[in-house]
């Protein structure tokens, strides 16, 4: 049996960390909620881009993906074939046909490389930008997003799928205020629903409006006593976004899967990433800014060519085609920008269990929508899939890349706790060949 987690956490380091920042029923009306939605509405771009993460956590072998190397020795290619693509000349693992199809909808970058080979600090560097460091843990992209656009048609600014990836790519130094909407469970389960767009059981309207009124009533009173702090100032409109979620039509209607016609469903495929994915495109689509989807599982140090084959490229390759297609066909891709990464790429040699260690020294991140270039390729690896041959690229440049196609300036700075200003980039410059 596959050892695969989707909604989770797991890796070899032992590394469990399920629903970390579940968010609980609103009881009371939402108490838990205030700080959640919290975000400054600021001057919007000209041209508003979302933001769709596809998180692969464990680190996803880039050589059995979107860096195929069909002339290297057969401990290093593996025993998968590539296939053709519709780019000219590109070519993928013969396990992505669906987005073999879809690859004029997206760029490839291929020649990303980094120091870090340690999951959770590494998932911290590709999240954030930003290196990992125990004095400041940094904000995510979503979490920057939230601050500088703020809310849409009542919804949360920032949405994810599980819990936040060895709890990294929240608000960090910024505040909890700035971390994700979390959805727990699978979209995939005829049972699935999600928490806090729905008054807890056997609260009505009626019930939920009272609790306000004397919510209110109290914060009046307490305020006739006190002078207030700027949290306390604030704290009227969390609990309005508050009340506006769990009352919302528009986010009921958003996160109701059953509204879609089976045939997209199946086209989606009835699977966790899948389903994850269709629902995404509905929180995009309904006003949420930045999605982030964690599909688990791909640390692959035993049996990588199985685990694989059988458990995890079929339904990333459903879902992810689906999704751009979809995006697509709606007239929503060209304001959307979907990303797709893990931490780090896995060893070009295969090991003596069949599998792949960890490799930080080649990754591939696919960018495509929103905000980007499509059709192209940017950078390679060398023959064996080592190290970046030519156009070596930082983290840091797939940070400000995201940043500038989602209209933030990289160079945007905010006051941490001790008062001294940081940009929300490490000095990243975006990579040109995918900018307009």
């Not at 260690?357 to 192209?376: E, L, N, Q, R």
Request: aromatic share 8%; with cysteine; charged share 20%.
């Amino acid at each position: 049996m596959l050892d695969i987690e989707v909604g989770g956490q797991k890796d070899c380091e032992g590394i469990f960390r399920r629903d970390l920042l579940r968010i609980g029923g609103l009881s009371a009306l939402g108490i838990t909620m205030p700080g959640l939605l919290k975000a400054n509405a600021a001057a919007a771009p000209k041209k508003q881009i979302s933001c769709i993460l596809l998180w692969m956590g464990g680190g996803p072998s880039h050589i059995d993906t979107f860096d195929p190397k069909p002339e290297a020795p057969v401990d290093i290619r593996g025993p998968f074939s590539p296939i053709k693509t519709n780019l000219p000349g590109v070519m993928v693992s013969e396990h992505l046909p669906k987005l073999a199809k879809q690859m004029d909808k997206l760029s490839v970058i291929r020649s990303v490389t980094s120091p870090d080979g340690t999951h959770e600090t590494a998932t911290h560097y590709l999240l954030t930008g930003y290196p990992f460091t125990p004095a400041i843990e940094y904000p995510g992209y979503g979490s920057v997003v939230a601050r500088e656009k703020g809310f849409q048609n009542g919804m949360p600014p920032y949405a994810m799928f599980g819990a936040m990836p060895n709890n990294h790519g929240g608000g960090g130094y910024m505040g909890a205020v700035y971390n994700p909407f979390v959805i727990s469970g699978d979209p995939s389960s005829p049972n699935f629903s999600v928490q806090d767009v729905s008054p807890p059981s056997g609260v009505d309207t009626i019930r939920l409006e009272r609790r306000r009124m004397l919510r209110a009533s109290l914060d009046d009173w307490q305020r006739s006593k006190e002078m207030a702090s700027k949290a306390t100032q604030t704290m009227d409109e969390f609990y309005s976004r508050a009340y506006d979620l769990v009352t919302s039509p528009v986010a009921k209607k958003a996160f109701n899967l059953s509204e879609e016609p089976a045939k997209l469903r199946e086209e989606y495929g009835k699977h966790y990433f899948g389903q994850s994915c269709l629902l995404a495109r509905r929180l995009v689509e309904a006003g949420v800014r930045c999605v982030s989807i964690n599909f688990n599982g791909w640390d692959t140090h035993q049996d990588n060519f199985n685990a694989l084959k059988n458990g995890l490229l079929p339904p990333m390759d459903m879902g992810y085609a689906a999704l751009i297609n979809d995006l697509q066909q709606r007239g929503l891709l060209d304001t959307t920008l979907v990303v797709w990464m893990g931490e780090f790429g896995r060893t070009p040699r295969v090991n003596s269990s069949a599998g792949r260690d960890h490799w930080p020294g080649a990754i591939t991140v696919c960018m495509g929508g929103g905000g980007v270039k499509t059709g192209m390729v940017v950078g390679s690896s060398n023959e064996r899939g080592e190290y970046p041959k030519d156009r070596p690229l930082r983290v840091e440049d797939v940070a400000a890349t995201i940043y500038t196609a989602m209209g933030v300036d990289p160079e945007t700075a905010y006051m941490s706790p001790q008062e001294r200003p940081i940009q929300v980039n490490y000095g990243g410059v975006p990579i040109k060949e995918l900018l307009s």
